[in-house]
Structures are given as structure tokens and as C-alpha cells.
């Protein structure tokens, strides 16, 4: 079963920078420069959580998880130039 | 009755940008570069949506307000160098 994540980072080197967004661009849809919503198993959340974790200097650098259940999601509100999702095989509880 | 949100933004002018942080900051709290944690009431985040959407250039900009239930805000998680919440006068539904 998926569950919708939203990552915000703030990484300061650009090299990291760089492969955190690829790994969060395969698992999920970046909606601003700094924050990707992801529609996938808890599994999943998990090992990317382990593989983020990695590029990240905890001096300088962050990383927000938020989880939304089904109705936290409807409750998203968006203004100006900014993507939203097609659900295609999405289970929210 | 307060409520949790998360307000994340991409303003591309600097000037609007913060005008935006000074509007945001006067209600919660940053977390992020440009990533804020509100824990306010219905009525004040209508008022602040209304306020920001001034600032907003629809092609370039875009703010996501999300909203936590009790249960999403029990759920965040943090990596790195990043603010947590003290829930001073906090009743979340």
C-alpha cells in the first residue's frame, strides 16, 4: 500500500545537492525546488530515508519528512505555477 | 481551535520574497530556507493565504500549504540541522 511523503531539504553543497534529487526524482514528483511529494510503500520511505541520510552534513544541511494521510492530502492547497499529481495506483489510508 | 501547516514556497524576487518571509514569520516558524511551520488558527491562515497571494507572480512563483492532522504532526521526521517545534498553546484536531 503507498503513502503520500513530503521531503523538503535544504543541502548546501551542489554535488550533494544533485544526488539527492536523483534519488528523490525515482521515487516521487518535485513540486518545488526544494520539495518532492512521494506516492510510495513504507518500505520504500525507509530505505530512501537510509540512502538520504547519507548526503547529508548535519551541521548545515536538513531534511523534512512529513507524512499526510488521505485527508491531509485533500486538504492541499497550492498557489501560482506549481505541479499536482495524477494518482494513477495510489492507496492512501 | 489551532492548526498545524506547513507552508513552502518558490518566490523567484527578492523584494516579494521577503515580504513573504516577514508575513510567514509573524505567524510560525521557519524551518527551512523557505519552508515554514504555522500552528494557527483557520481563520488566521485564511487571512495569511489572502495576504500572500498578493506577493506571488503566478508564472514563476508557487506556494503548497499543507495541512496536518494530530496524527501527521506525530509523524514528522527530521535530518540534519533543523528547528523542532516547542507546542506551547497547541490543540491540534
Do not use: W
Not at 511523503?5 to 554535488?15: F, G, H, K, N, Q
Not at 525507509?46 to 485527508?71: E, G
Request: glycine letters at 2%.
Amino acid at each position: 500500500m503507498k503513502k503520500h511523503y513530503v521531503i523538503c531539504y535544504d543541502i548546501s553543497d551542489d554535488r550533494k545537492r544533485n544526488k539527492i534529487d536523483q534519488l528523490l526524482k525515482n521515487k516521487g514528483m518535485r513540486v518545488q525546488k526544494s520539495v518532492f511529494e512521494c506516492i510510495i510503500t513504507e518500505a520504500e520511505f525507509l530505505k530512501l530515508k537510509d540512502r538520504l541520510v547519507k548526503y547529508i552534513d548535519f551541521d548545515t544541511d536538513s531534511i523534512r519528512y512529513y507524512f499526510l494521510c488521505k485527508h491531509c492530502v485533500e486538504m492541499i492547497e497550492t498557489a501560482g505555477n506549481t505541479p499536482t499529481h495524477e494518482e494513477k495506483d495510489l492507496t492512501i489510508i
